[in-house]
């Protein structure tokens, strides 16, 4: 195994692992799971991105929603519109529907930068030139509860040079986080040693 192709599996692996945790952090008991329920069927399970993007297909204007205030309050991104109190509530009852979440939470309009389907095609675009051949790059998720995309590196001097490919390939700076994270420390030594 090359080493390239050992980074891109531990990428692959502290993205699903740190996606989970992070929906576990503000998504417990809202149905923001990553898997399927044990009483789900297998082909009509829908991951939360195809949910964001159900959403999306009935708000144009929606960016994301996490909770907040131990779960006390549903936070949603609107790009436009954020203050139309009709659009407000349409996407209130959609993320209650598609994710499970309890009605009549207390409800905080964000202004979002960015629409679920942008942060999608920017991911699908970082990935199509190459973000997985960067030096450092180990993580890359769509973060709806900051409307952003989240690349994670393995050190400081990868940080600058990953936001210089980005805005070359037509992506907003602002629109990204690129952060250093802690690498799996046991993950070269599980593989050798099972």
């Given amino acids: 195994m090359t080493l390239k192709r050992f980074w891109i599996i531990v990428g692959i692996f502290t993205a699903a692992v740190a996606g989970t945790v992070a929906w576990t952090v ?9 898997r399927p329920p044990n009483d ?12 964001l993007k159900e959403v999306e297909a009935d708000i144009p204007e929606f960016g994301g929603a996490f909770l907040s205030d131990n779960q006390s309050v549903l936070n949603i991104y609107l790009t436009e519109n954020e203050t139309d109190p009709t659009i407000q509530e349409r996407a209130r009852k959609k993320v209650e529907k598609s994710f499970g979440v309890k009605p009549g939470l207390k409800l905080n309009v964000i202004k979002g930068g960015y629409t679920i389907t942008q942060l999608a095609d920017w991911i699908e675009l970082a990935k199509s030139k190459g973000l997985w ?5 180990i993580m890359l998720d769509l973060q709806e509860a900051s409307n952003e995309i989240y690349i994670g590196v393995v050190n400081w001097e990868n940080v600058e040079p990953v936001y210089t490919f980005l805005v070359e390939i037509g992506i907003p700076r602002e629109a990204v986080a690129v952060e250093v994270i802690e690498q799996p420390r046991s993950m070269e030594k599980t593989i050798r040693n099972p």
């Fill in 40 to 51: 789900s069927e297998p082909a009509t399970y829908k991951d939360s991105n195809q949910r």
């Fill in 133 to 137: 051949d960067r030096e450092g790059v």
């Fill in 26 to 34: 503000v998504g417990v008991g809202t149905g923001w799971s990553q």
